[in-house]
Every structure is written in C-alpha cells, then in structure tokens.
C-alpha cells in the first residue's frame, strides 16, 4: 500500500521540523515539504533550509520564489490604498502569510495530496488563515496541524526532536524575528504586556547612517518605476531597494496594537522602512493628482480591503471588485515624489506630476484664482448653505 501523500508547509523552524519528523516517522505520510520565500530568506538560507529538510526524511522539497507574485497578487494593492491598519501597521506579516498559504495550496493540488499541513500553534492569526486557504483553494483535502492539534509545548517538541537524533539550535532567541519583502516583525517580551518599547538591540536592523538624504521616488500609474533616477525590473526590486536605503536609517519601527482574528488584542513590533516610505510618498501623490471624492472613497474601501485581508479573506471575490476600483483610480498617479530621510523618520517634500491639480494656472489657494470671481463665490456660498439657512430659521421661528 502507498504512503498518503502530503504537503507540508515548512520553514526549517522548530514546529515545522518537528511536523515533518512526527508527519513520516509516526504518522507514516509521504512528506513534500515547501517553503515558499516572499521576500525573507537569502539563497544560502534556502539551502540550509533544503539540506535540512530532506535530513528529516522528506519525500521532495520545493522551494517556490513568490516575491514577485507576492507583490503582483497583493502588495500593489496595499499601496494603491495606501493601507495601515490602525494607522500604523503595513501588514507585513498577515500579507505575507496568505501569499505563502496560496502557494502552499497550489503545490497540494499539483502534487494530488490528501492531506496539507502547516506548523501554526492554536493561539493566532496564522492558524486561521492557512486553514481558511486551504479549506477553500483544495476542498476534501484534510488539514492537519499537529502543534494545535496535541497542544505541544516548546519543551516537549524539542524533547521528541532530540529522542530522535535531530541535530539544530534548540535556543530560543530572545526576539521572535519574521522577514519578508513588505517588512519584519519583532516580537519578544516586551510586546506580551500592554507597556514597553523594544530595546535597541532587538530591531534586526541597526541603526548606520547619520544626517539626511534626499530619495526621489517615480511612480507610474501608481507602481514604483524608479527609486533616485535607478529603474527596475519590477517593483519588487524597488521596494528592496528603498528598504536598503532607508533601513539603515531606522525609520519605520513600531509597535502595532491590533484586535486578532480570535477576538483577543496583541502587540508586535515592527519594522518597515520601505513600505512606510513607499505608502507615505504614494499618498502624497495621489492628494495632488485625484479629485476629492476619489480620494475619500479610496480611503473608505482600501481600510475596508486592509481589514479584510488581515482576517485571511483575501479569495472573497469583494476583494477583486475593490482591487479593480484601486487601479482603476492609479490612472493618473505618475510623478516624482521626493522625501527626506533622516535617523529615525523622513518627511515627503513635494510632487511633481504632469496631472498636479495643485497647477497654478487654477489660481493659488489663498492669494488668488483665475476661474472666478468674488461675485460668484459670493452667490455660490448663498445658494451652498441655503437649505441649512432654511432649517434655522425654521427651528428659531417653531421655538419662539
């Protein structure tokens, strides 16, 4: 009888090593393990990560390269709305986990498994959105998730793990660090309680550069083409490349407090210099370029969007129809935006775009204008607050 196929989404960490051990040797799967990179890994560690997985006895490893399609599918559309959540996270993580879960879900269905497996524990997001993934992308195919499901500590994890010969680093580092292209989180003690900053030497990246910098940025309906008159391929090389830049200025580290798809609120650090500097510079552009109603209503769907997609509802079809409305309101956003960087924040100069509304051929917002007259504004304003003219006097003469 052949072993049952299954696809286990790896990382070469602890839960997923021993996922991939418990899964074979106990379980007795066929294991394919996948790591799918957006952005966190460099090739070295992708073949670290290869040499450890077929160590555990793993059927095949695959090893999918979605920074691109990562950006394609879902970061484009997180700057065209210029989404935080709360005003303050980029969705680094949240983003990033339902890119990896898509790809997990298309290698299941290539390779014919009956089963997929992921190495969430049952206290967070994470847990939540593979599952919801994989229950829609690969329907009949049965979820198994063996740190939730046996409720496995650390200790006995690495208890197994060491009964069975598995040679890693069993240390806990301090911080628990997760990188990818749309940036890192940082989570560690201080993150746990409600007061707290996180120590310098937490933030994986330090702090080298001194003074200021000026960085232009040129977007073309809405994409990065050019960071400092350098052009690229594609945006995802420019969003890497600005995070290179500004990173070493530490700009973008936060601390995100946020309600959990599981109804309970959690804090994380972060840090994002790209994507604050990108989303920032964006928006600038667009207040000069969209009219006053394209703008609000992009701000109204893009928060719904943002919300939408951290809660791992990312293939409700809502989703395409907002992304649709989001590029088709990037008609006009191309310019140069230039910003300011300096040790620990950044400022946005200005704009320049052949669609500036700001144009002074339309007059100078408090000196003068050239498409009417004092004598118009003054009717308009007569006829603008007429029917709140009309309630007043309504209300007065209904209370004497």
């Given at each position: ?31 394919h ?39 394609d ?51 967070g ?15 009949g ?58 120590p ?25 083409k ?50 604050v ?12 370029v ?22 791992g ?34 400022q946005?100069?200005?704009?320049e ?8 051929k339309?007059?100078k ?17 007569k ?5 709140t003219?009309?309630?007043?006097h ?7």
């Open positions: 009888m052949q072993p049952k196929k299954l696809v286990l989404g790896f990382s070469g960490g602890l839960d997923t090593t021993y996922c991939a051990l418990y899964l074979s040797q106990d379980k007795g799967y066929e294991v393990s996948v790591i799918v990179n957006t952005g966190g890994f460099t090739d070295a560690e992708l073949e670290q990560v290869e040499k450890h997985a077929y160590s555990l006895g793993v059927k095949t490893h695959t090893t999918v390269n979605a920074v691109k399609s990562y950006y599918r879902i970061i484009k559309f997180l700057i065209f709305g210029n989404v935080l959540k709360n005003n303050t996270y980029p969705l680094s993580v949240s983003a990033e986990r339902l890119s990896q879960a898509v790809h997990i879900a298309e290698h299941a269905k290539q390779l014919g498994a009956v089963a997929v497996a992921h190495g969430s524990t049952g206290a997001n994470d847990q939540v959105r593979f599952d919801m993934i994989f229950n829609i992308m690969i329907p195919v049965e979820i198994i998730t063996p740190i939730r499901d046996l409720k496995l500590s650390r200790e006995e994890e690495i208890t197994y793990l060491k009964n069975k010969g598995v040679q890693m680093n069993f240390e806990k580092a301090a911080y628990s660090i997760n990188k990818g292209l749309w940036g890192t989180s940082v989570g560690g003690r201080e993150t746990l309680q409600s007061k707290g900053l996180l310098e030497s937490a933030w994986p990246t330090q702090i080298t550069k001194t003074g200021t910098e000026e960085m232009s940025i040129r977007f073309e309906k809405g994409e990065i050019a960071v400092n008159n350098q052009s690229f391929d594609h945006p995802s090389q420019a969003i890497q490349y600005i995070q290179s830049i500004a990173g070493a200025y530490g700009i973008g580290r936060d601390i995100h407090v946020g309600d959990t798809i599981i109804g309970i609120k959690g804090r994380v650090g972060f840090e994002a210099a790209a994507p500097v990108i989303l920032k510079a964006h928006h600038a552009l667009e207040k000069h969209l009219t006053k109603w394209q703008l609000s209503w992009k701000d109204q769907l893009a928060q719904f969007y943002g919300n939408w997609l951290h809660e509802q990312i293939l409700d079809p809502v989703m395409r129809d907002i992304e649709a409305f989001l590029e088709n309101a990037q008609a006009h956003v191309t310019g140069e935006v230039f910003v300011q960087l300096m040790p620990l924040h950044f946005v100069i200005g704009i775009s052949a669609y500036d509304l700001m144009s002074s339309f007059g917002y408090g000196e003068m204008n050239a498409g009417w007259t004092g004598d118009d504004v003054r009717g308009f304003s006829i603008f607050g007429n029917q003219v009309i309630y007043q309504i209300k007065s003469a209904a209370n004497d």
